[in-house]
C-alpha cells in the first residue's frame, strides 16, 4: 500500500524529475533535494539505467535511503562550494542531467551551474522568488525543463514496476499517523523529523 500511495504523488513527480533531465543508461546525474520528490529522482535515475548518482544531502537518514535508491555518491556541500564538489567529481565537466527538487533561488542556481554544457535540468520543486539569468543560460546551451508533473502519463509504467516488486518508493514513508494528526505530520516534515507522512483514517 505504501508504495502504490507513493506511485501516485512523490514517485510520479521523481520519475518526471528523471524524464526531463534526460536521464538515460550511463548518464552522471546529480539530485539537489533529498526530500520524498528528491529519492525517489534516485530510484528513478537508477531504474532509467543511470551510471552514476550524486545524491546532496546533510542528512543521515536521508542518505541511506540514498543509497538505497542508487545513489554512487554522496555530497554536503551547498551553494558554489556543491558546485566545485561535483566539478571535481566529474573532472571539470559537470552532470548530464541535474534533478532539481527544492525550488529556491540557490538550488536552481547550484543545479545549473552542476550541469554540463549542452546538458539537462529538470525542476520539479515549485519556485519560489527564482530569477534566472538568460545570458548565462544562453553561452552554456542547458535545458531546461520543468513544471507540475503529468503523473497520469506514468501511471500505468509505474504501477507496474511496484506490482512487480522491481522496486519499493514506500519506504520514503517513514511515519505514520491517524487522519486526526494531520498537523503533527506537516509538523514532523517541516522539521526534517520525517521524510513523509502516511496518514491513516
Known sequence: MPSLLATSDVLGTGWFAADAANVKPGVTVVVVGDGAVGLLGMLSAKQMGAERIIAMSRHAKRQKLAREYGATDI?????DEGVERIMEMTKG?????????????????????ATRRGG???YVGVPHSVALKGEELFYTHVHLHGGPAPVRRYLPKLIDLVLDCKFNPGKVFDLTLPLDQVA?????????????????P
Open 93 to 113: 565537466i559537470g552532470a548530464d542531467s541535474v534533478l532539481e527538487c527544492v525550488g529556491t533561488q540557490e538550488s536552481m542556481t547550484q543545479a545549473i551551474h
Open 184 to 200: 503533527e505530520g506537516y509538523r514532523a516534515m517541516d522539521q526534517r523529523q520525517a521524510i513523509k507522512v502516511l496518514l491513516r
Open 75 to 79: 555530497i554536503a556541500e551547498r551553494g
Open 120 to 122: 539537462h535540468v529538470s
